[in-house]
């Protein structure tokens, strides 16, 4: 499937469309105060794809994550070494805004966490309004595309004045991944976001992962190996041992990860015996 | 039918009589206390208000309106005392809102954590000095910097309004504001951080995760969030001010009278209630306890008012 899409690249145009959307990790570490979180890790998330994260609790998945749209920083004593590249830009570059960055890469997170001061409507205007848009034909426009893109727009259309924390959990999470998605973004980070959700509603999040990545990079950080398995195209498994900061163990596609995983530790791990 | 349905679906009976003992006793004797307190304070309404009923007849509605106030002739008017009392507490409130609650945002969203805390305690030692501590302060420091260098300054430049006009007292309504102002910080400080940091902090990631700078959290997010909570500072911070006596009676003037400026002395319901109650007997002792039910009343609807929003901001 990779094949067919780098075949059909004829022109430069289309290849920095292709491009849109790459995250370049390059020698990361991340530390929380003195204590290490992550320790060198590399990878290349490719665009519009899905790629998981995987590995045991507090091996820095969610770190991981964080770091790539510098929310890791807003934590009091983290520190990061290395590069990110969005694209070709390291967003740790010396004077890239953390803020811009943010609008590029956006966040969902594993509690669902409408503003509860703000209507449905607001909340997915809140990051258009940060970035400046009054126009209210604007907003209007892009709060109903963002809402169609995660499917709650046939059920919220008539209580857009309602408040965002009237909905159900599900619902939250989906008007969450909304607002992410209203400010534009080239890549979506999602941090176990169907764990505080039951079966039905985890499925329809599921299946908006696979819906988004024909327009968005999706990282996924998951608990749920089947989860791993049905939605990503990539995955990538993180072990912290010994303390020594959570590193990348084996990276590639997922199938190949869950069924011929390269590394022992990876087989134990998706078996389900580490 | 109703007692054998219990008996089939609960524990024993012994075990369950005996906790029902023990929370009947305590329920008993809290709501005791609590109508005791309510018989209380409506005993001191009923109180005061008889007390009152020589002034109360003799002058009517009309009291609250009137600005006389002659003990030797015998007429009596409320009106200074309301003004006072308002313009004290909304000068103090005026001055100390963006302070305090400046300080409580600085506090939760910016600062270091050791300043965080040493701050922090700061603001809560301030909220324990006795009134009396802030009446010397102002009377030998407050007022004489006032008389000498800000009431002089501000006249020279903005002395062409009514309200910055008049001679430099230092004693006056500007002094009572000003001291006011500084005795409720502590409390907006304080109540308005808890409020600000009872705001979880994943609503602020979620709100930088969209590309939000600091001062946009704190706005949207922060200051929306703990909105019921500044109200209930607002209106704590408010009773105090309205009900300071001590502080207010050493730096006001004492002078029963309305003035346009600022800079004028006056006096407040419980300044003069404290100055006058000494001497007063007859009308004038009725007319002391009438501002008193007119404070209470004042106080007790501010008072009302802050419990009612503090509880809606924790639901
Ligand atoms: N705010 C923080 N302050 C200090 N240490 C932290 C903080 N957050 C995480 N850590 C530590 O960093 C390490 C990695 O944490 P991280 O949250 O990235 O793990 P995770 O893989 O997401 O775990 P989980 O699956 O439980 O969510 C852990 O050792 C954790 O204790
Ligand atoms: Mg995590």
Same mark, same amino acid.
């Given at each position: ?40 890790? =590399? ?50 570059? =010396? ?180 | ?94 001055? #100390? ?203 007790? #609807? ?14």
């Amino acid at each position: 499937m990779q094949m067919t899409r780098d075949l059909r690249i004829v022109s430069v145009q289309e290849w920095r469309e292709a491009a849109e959307g790459t995250v370049s990790v390059r020698g990361l570490s991340a530390w929380y105060g003195r204590h290490r979180a992550l320790t060198d890790v =590399s990878l290349e998330v490719r665009p519009r794809s899905v790629t998981a994260l995987i590995g045991p609790s507090g091996c820095g998945k969610s770190t991981l994550l964080r770091c790539l749209n510098r929310m890791h920083e807003v934590v009091l004593g983290a520190t990061v070494s290395g590069q990110v590249l969005l694209e070709d830009e390291d967003v740790y570059g =010396s004077g890239v805004d953390p803020v811009s960055v943010r609008r590029r890469v956006g966040m969902v997170f594993q509690q669902p966490n409408p503003f509860p001061t703000m209507s449905i409507y607001d909340n997915v205007a809140a990051g258009l309004r940060l970035a400046g848009t009054r126009n209210r034909g604007v907003l209007d426009g892009k709060v109903e595309q963002a809402l169609r893109q995660a499917a709650l727009w046939d059920e919220v259309k008539d209580k857009l004045r309602k408040p965002g924390t009237a909905l159900s959990g599900g619902q939250q999470q989906r008007l969450c991944i909304a607002r992410a998605l209203a400010v534009d973004p080239e890549v979506l980070l999602m941090d176990e976001p169907a764990s505080a959700l039951d079966p039905v509603a985890t499925a329809r999040i599921e299946e908006l992962m696979v819906e988004l990545k024909r327009d968005y990079t999706v990282v996924v950080v998951t608990h749920n190996m089947q989860q791993a398995a049905r939605v990503s195209d990539y995955t990538a498994f993180l072990l912290s041992e010994d303390g020594g900061g959570g590193a990348l163990v084996e990276y590639g596609e997922t199938r190949q990860v869950f069924e011929e995983p390269r590394d022992e530790r990876t087989r134990d791990y998706v078996t389900g015996r580490l | 039918m109703a007692r054998e349905l219990r008996t089939g679906m609960l524990p024993p009976r012994v075990r369950r009589a005996s906790i029902n003992w023990g929370d009947r006793a305590f329920h008993g004797i809290t709501t005791g206390f609590a109508l005791l307190i309510a018989a209380l304070v409506a005993l001191l309404v009923l109180e005061l208000a008889t007390e009152s009923v020589p002034a109360l007849s003799r002058f009517g509605p009309g009291f609250l309106a009137s600005t006389s106030w002659n003990p030797v002739t015998g007429e009596f008017g409320a009106l200074p005392f309301i003004y006072g009392t308002l313009a004290t507490s909304a000068l103090a409130l005026a001055l #100390a809102w963006p302070i305090g609650v400046g300080a409580a945002a600085f506090l939760t969203e910016l600062a270091p954590r050791f300043v965080r805390s040493i701050l922090g305690t700061m603001v809560e030692m301030l909220a324990a000095v006795p009134s009396v501590v802030y009446g010397l302060w102002g009377v030998f420091v407050l007022v004489p910097l006032l008389r000498e260098r800000v009431e002089p300054w501000l006249i020279e430049r903005l002395g062409v309004l009514p309200v910055f006009s008049g001679p430099p007292f230092g004693l006056g309504v500007f002094a009572a504001g000003l001291l006011l102002a500084v005795m409720i910080l502590p409390t907006l400080a304080s109540v308005s951080r808890e409020a600000m940091s009872a705001v979880p902090r994943g609503q602020r990631e979620a709100l930088l995760a969209l590309g939000a700078t600091r001062w946009e959290v704190i706005r949207a997010v922060v200051l929306a969030q703990a909105r019921s909570g500044l109200v209930a500072a607002t209106v704590l911070a408010l009773g105090r001010a309205l009900g300071e006596t001590m502080a207010t009676v050493m730096v006001i003037g004492n002078s029963p009278s309305i003035n346009v400026s600022i800079f004028a002395p006056a006096s407040t319901m419980a300044s003069v209630i404290a100055n006058d109650f000494n001497e007063a007997t007859g009308l004038q002792k009725a007319v002391l306890l009438e501002l008193g039910l007119i404070l209470l009343v004042v106080s007790l #609807a501010v008072n009302t008012a802050a419990r009612l929003m503090a509880a809606r901001s924790t639901r």
